[in-house]
């Protein structure tokens, strides 16, 4: 199986300011990497995949690079609905793995 | 829109059968996409379990073939999820999700039923 390592664990921002969530693959994945949100009473949601491509309805802020076994997922201008739990997800093969979760909480 | 909505018992006893069901509106599972279960435990790891497609043929997480089973009512609209003996290690927050047939991203996602094993 394709282990996921995902960095920080935790991440604290104020409101404008921008951070970054590094996941790593064990080995290449090629582009093949797609980021949720979960927040609390909602349903997950797909938020890039392929690497940089945004889903529909993702915002602008939201950006996403990598490829092989390196991706980032980078929150430009922060918006008080972004804070939740960040994951990655590899979709190159199967059995599709994740990443273990980064808490993005306001600071 | 695509929704989806899981609902099964609250609690199952350790070496018994946990049963799920994933009831979906807004496209019918007979049409395309992939349908699977994907579970959160407890300190927020994710696991994919397996899915069954819009054929009805069923792929599982090697790690948890022997025990799961994954089925669906195309009647109803409904997939269903069944975990055999399971462990206290099976307390989890279940979803259900829907997949592409190529893309193996999850678009649509249930808001997950937790599940406690215990006696």
């Known amino acids: 199986d394709v282990q996921m390592t995902q960095s920080p664990s935790n991440l604290a921002a104020s409101p404008g300011e921008s951070v970054s969530i590094n996941c790593k693959a064990s080995?290449?994945?090629?582009?093949?990497l797609a980021w949720y949100q979960q927040k609390p009473g909602k349903a997950n949601k797909l938020l890039i995949y392929?690497?940089?491509t945004l889903q529909s309805g993702t915002p602008s802020r939201f950006s996403g690079s990598g490829s092989g076994t390196d991706f980032t997922l980078t929150i430009r201008n922060l918006d008080p609905e972004d804070f939740g739990l960040y994951y990655c997800q590899q979709h190159n093969e199967y059995p599709l793995t994740f990443g273990s979760g980064t808490k993005l909480e306001i600071k | 829109e695509v929704q989806l909505q899981e609902s099964g018992p609250g609690l199952v006893k350790p070496s018994q059968s946990l049963s799920l069901s994933c009831f979906v509106t807004g496209y019918s599972i007979t049409r395309s996409y992939r349908w699977n279960w994907i579970r959160k435990f407890p300190g927020n790891k994710l696991e994919w379990m397996g899915y069954i497609n819009s054929a009805g043929s069923a792929n599982y997480n090697p790690s948890l073939k022997s025990r799961i089973s994954i089925t669906r009512d195309t009647s109803k609209n409904q997939f269903f999820l069944q975990v055999n003996s399971v462990t206290t290690e099976d307390t989890a927050t279940y979803y259900c999700?829907?997949?592409?047939?190529?893309?193996?991203?999850?678009?649509?996602w249930g808001q997950g039923v937790m599940v406690t094993v215990s006696s």
């Open positions: 080995k290449s994945i090629s582009k093949y």
């Open positions: 999700a829907r997949s592409g047939d190529y893309g193996y991203t999850f678009d649509y």
């Open positions: 392929s690497g940089s």
